[in-house]
């Protein structure tokens, strides 16, 4: 597949708007860092549908991050959001290193690899992403 193709299927797939009984559940969600508390009020939702069984969020302080100077990152500012949605701490696991969306994903993801082989559930690494 060439690189442009791929691009296009990741494009697609994040904007496409999936109603959640169609979401196949997950073991994680990959919240992307972002100033916008709606996605980790969805990332919540989404947790608490059974959609997914922890949720990373990920995002240091990017070139555009606009966050009050209270959280040291993206990922701090999400994840305290996610929990006031009465999501437990211990399912919230944050990568504070991202500053743009291309290593959101890559740094996510390697988490995301670690607490599934911690879980030994090896049959579906799936992840919904939501950004």
């Not at 305290?80 to 949605?85: A, E, G, T």
């Not at 290193?97 to 090896?122: C, H, P, W």
């Amino acid at each position: 597949m060439e690189r442009m193709e791929a691009i296009r299927i990741l494009v697609d797939f994040l904007t496409e708007d999936v109603s959640v009984p169609f979401l196949v559940p997950a073991e994680a969600i990959l919240l992307c860092g972002s100033n916008l508390s709606q996605i980790a009020i969805h990332a919540a939702a989404l947790y608490h549908s059974r959609r997914a069984l922890f949720i990373v969020v990920s995002g240091g302080r990017g070139q555009f991050t606009d966050i009050p100077e209270q959280w040291n990152s993206e990922a701090h500012f999400l994840k305290d959001i996610i929990c006031k949605k009465t999501v437990s701490v211990n399912d919230v696991i944050l990568e504070t290193s991202a500053t743009n969306t291309l290593e959101n994903i890559q740094f996510g993801m390697k988490i995301v690899d670690r607490v599934a082989s911690d879980q030994k559930n090896y049959y579906c690494r799936c992840t919904n992403i939501t950004s």
